[in-house]
């Protein structure tokens, strides 16, 4: 009897490697969101003031400079705007990510739509409330769509070893 029991545990899926750092990184990266998302209203407020500073520091500065400076008070105002929701919706994007996380954890299929859900509810809401106006530069199109799309791209090629 003790045989059986021990072909049984043989027989049960493991986790794989793969699987293991894309979750460990999800907790990480979920982690660090809810962080940003609730020191959202400060890193706004830093980020205007610096703007406001560097527009009367007497320097000359270039259109192109001035052109970019002002889509990026643009942007920062909108955001301030619509502080409430994104931070809500953030937050809850990142929770649904660790709870997903988990769930994959332990090969559980479910896991992984609820994970697409936890990437994708905030990155549509924030196209809702502001559009492409939230794209200032490169670092922000990467931070928020190319992320998000490379690891459901990773989670998808991993989904096959979902099984319960």
């Known amino acids: 009897m003790t045989d059986q029991s021990n072909f049984s545990e043989l027989d049960k899926p493991t986790l794989s490697s793969s699987l293991n750092v894309l979750t460990i990184l999800t907790f990480i990266g979920s982690g660090i969101s809810i962080i940003f998302s609730l020191a959202s209203p400060a890193i ?20 192109k400079q001035l052109e970019d400076m002002d889509k990026g008070r643009q942007a920062i105002e909108l955001a301030q705007a619509n502080m409430v929701p994104s931070i809500i919706v953030g937050v809850l994007g990142a929770v649904l990510c660790i709870v997903a996380a988990v769930m994959m954890r332990k090969l559980k299929k479910d896991g992984y739509w609820i994970y697409i859900a936890g990437e994708l509810l905030p990155l549509i809401t924030a196209f809702i409330l502001m559009g492409t106006r939230q794209f200032t530069g490169i670092t922000s199109v990467i931070l928020a769509v190319c992320i998000p799309v490379l690891f459901i791209i990773l989670y998808t090629l991993q989904k096959k070893n979902l099984v319960n």
């Open 44 to 63: 706004l407020k830093f980020s205007k003031s610096f703007m406001d500073k560097a527009a009367t520091s007497g320097q000359e500065l270039s259109s």
